[in-house]
């Protein structure tokens, strides 16, 4: 079982930055994806980043290619994305998720809304 705990959202406005980040604990495994999903209202929930725990074998998705970066935090288990040159489209409910495939991970954070003022 992994526990997945988000924090770092906010209201910023349009072309600012937000630094979200994932505290995982319980089970984890070297060969696990962790990555960033988002839900805007009225919408499906949507990939936006993942990497490898390793912290090799990152991969964003088009829309915010340039703009996000995700990467291993500081601190022990914990992964960040760090989001510049923020749009009002990126709004939404980002959760932090993990598990053995990219796309389709077991486990999910309790998500942290992110709002983008235009």
């Known amino acids: 079982q992994v526990q997945l705990v988000e924090s770092g959202g906010g209201l910023v406005q349009a072309g600012g930055s937000l630094r979200l980040s994932c505290a995982a604990s319980g089970r984890t495994f070297s060969t696990y994806y962790m990555g960033w999903f988002r839900q805007a209202p009225g919408r499906e929930r949507e990939f936006v980043a993942s990497?490898?725990?390793?912290?090799?074998?990152?991969y964003v998705t088009d829309s915010v290619k340039g703009r996000f970066t995700i990467s291993r935090g500081n601190a022990k288990n914990t992964v960040t994305l760090q989001m510049n040159s923020l749009k009002p489209e990126d709004t939404g409910v980002y959760y932090c998720?993990?598990?053995?495939?990219?796309?389709?991970?077991?486990?999910w954070g309790q998500g942290t809304q992110v709002t983008v003022s235009s």
């Open positions: 998720a993990a598990g053995p495939s990219r796309f389709t991970p077991d486990y």
């Open positions: 990497i490898r725990w390793t912290g090799s074998s990152t």
